[in-house]
Structure formats: C-alpha cells, structure tokens
C-alpha cells in the first residue's frame, strides 16, 4: 500500500460517517499518568479541534505537557468500523478569530458566546497516525 493510499484511507475515517465525530482523548497529568476523555472534534485535513473550558483539567495538562493521543472511529456505532489512533501535540487556541470561526448555537449550554473567557478551542496536530482496519495497523508518520 502506497502513503497516498494510506492517507486517503484515513481522510475517510475522518470525513464519512456520522458528524460529529467522537474521540477519546488522552493527555497526561502532573504525575505522568494518562487521563482520558470523550471529545466532539472537527478536522481540517489532519488537524483536529475539539471546544473546552479554559477552566478545564485537560488544559493544566496539555500546558505542562502538550503531548496527546486520540481514538476516532469512521462509525462509533459500528464497532466492526475502522478507526485511528493519532499521536501528536495540543495546544490551547483563545484568538477571537478562532473562537468565532468555531462557535455554533449548540455551545450555548456551556458558554455564553464566542466572547466568553471560559470558551477555548483545542488544536491537535498529529505526528503519527495510526490507521486500524480488517488487515490492522498501517502506519502514516508526519
């Protein structure tokens, strides 16, 4: 399998499928351990976004070590589905350029818009991804 083949096979995990997509996020914690939680991202290419509280713990986290690992599967609730696992660095996006560009209405029960300082945008840009389908793991390095 050529790289090509292999990134137009991830694009479609990330592309098709039920929107949003999922993903389970990874960062570690002050004492090196890792701590997981359930994310609504977007992507542009590669690169994912997810919105969170500045307030947050996985901010801390991604602050003192911005190393990240995260699962999104093509259909969560195909569990048949191919997946990938993308290890890569987060960083803590607060621009109001940004902010506005990734509010919706559906935030409204968190944040009280795109002004608000509590509201931030998680930017994840891969290293390494993963892709997992019926032949297993393939490899695409950034």
Known sequence: MTQSDLKNKIMKVLEEGPKPKV???????????PRVRIMVVKNDGFTLFSTTSIKS????????????????????????SDYLTIEGTAEVLTDARTKKNFWNENLKIHF???EDP??????????????FGAKGPEIFNL
């Open 23 to 33: 993903a389970a996020l990874a960062t570690v914690d002050e004492k090196g351990r």
């Open 112 to 114: 009280t818009g795109p």
């Open 57 to 80: 713990t996985k901010i801390s986290h991604i602050r003192n070590n911005d190393s990240v690992s995260l699962s999104v599967s093509r259909d969560i609730s195909n569990l048949a």
């Open 118 to 131: 509590d509201y931030c945008i998680l930017k994840y840009t891969p290293k390494k991804i993963e892709y």
